[in-house]
Each structure stands twice: as C-alpha cells, then as structure tokens.
C-alpha cells in the first residue's frame, strides 16, 4: 500500500470557525510533512514530523496547529485562518533514514477556502 | 534562498515529440527529485537521483544531474497528451533540524494531440 489519504477534499470555512485537516499513512514511513500550496505556485514546506516529533517548523502563523497522534496519522489543526490562507494542503510521508533524505508520498490535499 | 528555479515556465509540444525541463539549485544536496501534478492534485513521484549519480532512467523518462553546475533536466520521450501536467523539482537536503525539500517554482506542460 503506497497511498496517503488525506480528509476532508474540500473544506469552506470561516474565519472564526475551528476545523481539522487530517491525513493517514499505513507505508511504515516515520517521516510525515505539511505543505501549502497556492494556485501555480510550488509547494511550501509548512511542517515536518520526524518519529512523532515536530522537527522542521518553516515559520508558520500559530493559527496552525500541527499534530501527530501516532506514526500513521498526521492532523492540522486549523483557527481563525484568514482568506489569504485559503490554499490547496498536501501532507507527504516518507522513510526517515538518519542522514539521509527519501522519496515523499503524497496525499491527494484538502482543497480549504477561508471565507 | 535554496529553492530551485525551472525553466521553462510553460511549454507546448506537439504528441510524440520530446520535452525537456531544466531545474537548477543554490547549495549542496543530497538528492534531487522529479514530481508530476495534474491540475489541483496531489503529487506524484516520477523519479529521485542521488547527488553521486549523474543519469537516471525510468521508461519515457531521463534525468540528468551536474552538480557542478547545480542543475538537473528531465527529459520525456515520445509525449502523450497525458503527459499535460506540471512538472517539478525538488530538492532534498539534511539541515540541523533533519530533512528538508524546497520544490522548484514548476514548468507547465501541454501536450497537443
């Protein structure tokens, strides 16, 4: 099984609301990754987990809020987003391998419009 | 900044004919990779080259590396109107923190039928 899942697709909410974006992984990878991606535009690394342990924050708004319940599981944690934060999120995994870098699994995205 | 830049940024070929795309990067890596996505999707895995390799094939596609000069290209051979998607790099490196992937700003490509 080489599939990401993520959940929900398509996501409106408002600014006031508190919604999670969540994604799932049965590869075995102990790395799993946040990215955001606006309209042709390339993917920003948001996020990387590494053993359920936060290791690589790109300097993103607290309004997000990462978590990893386990090492199959990856949650963000979305509050009062703002609509420039509307955007496509893709979560990724891959095999983490101390001292070395390996081939990312992406998920489908959650497709979010901030009203 | 160590993002890659791609050229080109959109390209239009004909079915059947080749396209090619060139990345280049700013500092060390250790490995660079291909990603292909169709409109709004997810991405997909095309092919990883190690900075120690220098050519790479899988099917339609090659990948060449000089790390020299900080750059890769990504040929396709004998298009297919599926191939119409876009195309990025990504490059892959260890940092104090652990790993870290800067993606290429991408070339769009269309194949005609």
């Known amino acids: 099984d080489t599939e990401v899942t993520q959940t929900p697709k398509h996501l409106v909410m408002g600014m006031t609301n508190k919604k999670s974006l969540k994604c799932e992984q049965h590869?075995?990878?102990?790395?799993m990754y946040w990215y955001k991606q606006k309209a042709k535009k390339p993917p920003e690394l948001m996020f990387v987990?590494?053993?359920?342990?936060?290791?690589i924050n790109e300097s993103v708004p607290s309004r997000f809020s990462p978590e990893c319940p386990n090492s199959s599981l990856l949650n963000l944690h979305l509050h009062a987003l703002q609509p420039e934060d509307s955007a496509l999120y893709l979560c990724?995994?891959?095999?983490?391998?101390?001292?070395?870098?390996?081939?990312?699994?992406f998920g489908p995205g959650t497709r979010l419009t901030v009203l | 900044s160590q993002q890659g830049e791609e050229d080109p940024q959109a390209l239009s070929i004909q079915e059947g004919e080749n396209a090619t795309m060139n990345c280049s990067y700013k500092t060390s890596i250790n490995n660079l990779q291909w990603y292909r996505q169709n409109s709004g999707r997810g991405l997909v895995h095309l092919i990883l080259?190690?900075?120690?390799?220098r050519e790479k094939h899988s099917g339609r596609l090659r990948v060449t590396l000089d790390t020299s000069k900080k750059s890769s290209s990504l040929l396709i051979t004998a298009s297919r109107a599926a191939d119409t998607a876009s195309y990025f790099c990504a490059t892959a490196y260890l940092d104090n923190y652990g790993q870290n992937f800067v993606f290429g700003p991408g070339t769009r490509l269309s194949v005609l039928p």
């Open positions: 990724a995994s891959s095999q983490f391998q101390r001292g070395s870098t390996d081939t990312q699994y």
């Open positions: 590869m075995g990878h102990r790395a």
């Open positions: 987990y590494s053993y359920e342990k936060l290791s």
């Open positions: 080259i190690r900075s120690n390799e």
